[in-house]
């Protein structure tokens, strides 16, 4: 079958087959014909544990290694079981402290946010775990993808500008110097695509929402 026949029977997007696909979960065969991924029953059966297993919330990580016979599916559940209730106890102690902070009827003038910060602290040091948001990893991801982009950029750019120049020193048929340069400047291209469909990925964390089933 087609994608889009599978992605109508699991019940998942496009994005997310692919997404599994290029993580190594899932390897559908290819038509010989056209060339085109073939769905079979199987693939279908695959995609329909890797959705459920998401939707528990098993990391990709634990899926993998079930997936690959590297792990068992008992112990792969044992172990997301106890980061479940790893997670339950900071949701719950963090909804403890929220509830009571409310109650005060605290204001931005009155909260002793450092005070509170020292007494979380304290409950981590009794093995609490609270959440701890950045906003530098979108932001770190963000300036990698530019700057890997501009690298290879200035790479193909320099080969353009080497070949005029071999081309000037040592002069060569103009045809053959237009294929030569089509080469780099084709990648150029293709870079400067791939880097704005990369950065509209991260700005809409579209690879974050496939990541979730």
């Known amino acids: 079958m087609k994608i889009n026949e599978a992605e109508a029977l699991v019940g998942i997007t496009r994005k997310n087959i692919r997404f599994y696909e290029q993580e190594g979960l899932l390897t559908p065969r290819r038509n010989r014909a056209n060339g085109y991924r073939d769905y079979g029953d199987e693939d279908v059966a695959r995609l329909q544990q890797i959705k459920l297993l998401r939707k528990l919330g098993m990391p990709l990580s634990d899926i993998r290694r079930v997936l690959s016979g590297e792990q068992t ?9 106890a980061a479940l209730r790893r997670e339950r106890a900071r949701l719950e102690q963090s909804l403890a ?3 009571s902070m409310a109650g005060e009827n605290l204001t931005l003038d009155t909260l002793d946010a450092a005070g509170r910060l020292r007494e979380m602290e304290q409950l981590e040091q009794g093995g609490t775990v609270f959440m701890n948001r950045q906003t530098g990893d979108r932001r770190a991801r963000y300036w990698g993808a530019i700057l890997s982009a501009a690298a290879m950029a200035l790479l193909m750019a320099g080969m353009i500008a ?21 080469i780099p400047a084709a990648v150029l291209i293709g870079i400067v695509l791939a880097l704005r469909q990369r950065l509209q990925e ?6 974050d929402d496939a990541r979730q089933y």
């Not at 599916?73 to 997301?80: I, P, S």
Request: glycine letters at 8%; proline letters at 5%.
């Open 73 to 81: 599916l008992t112990v792969a559940l044992n172990r997301h079981g």
């Open 97 to 99: 402290l929220t509830v």
């Open 162 to 182: 080497l070949l005029v120049w071999g081309a000037v020193v040592d002069p060569i048929p103009l045809a053959l110097l237009l294929v030569f340069e089509a």
């Open 202 to 207: 991260l700005k809409g964390d579209e690879l």
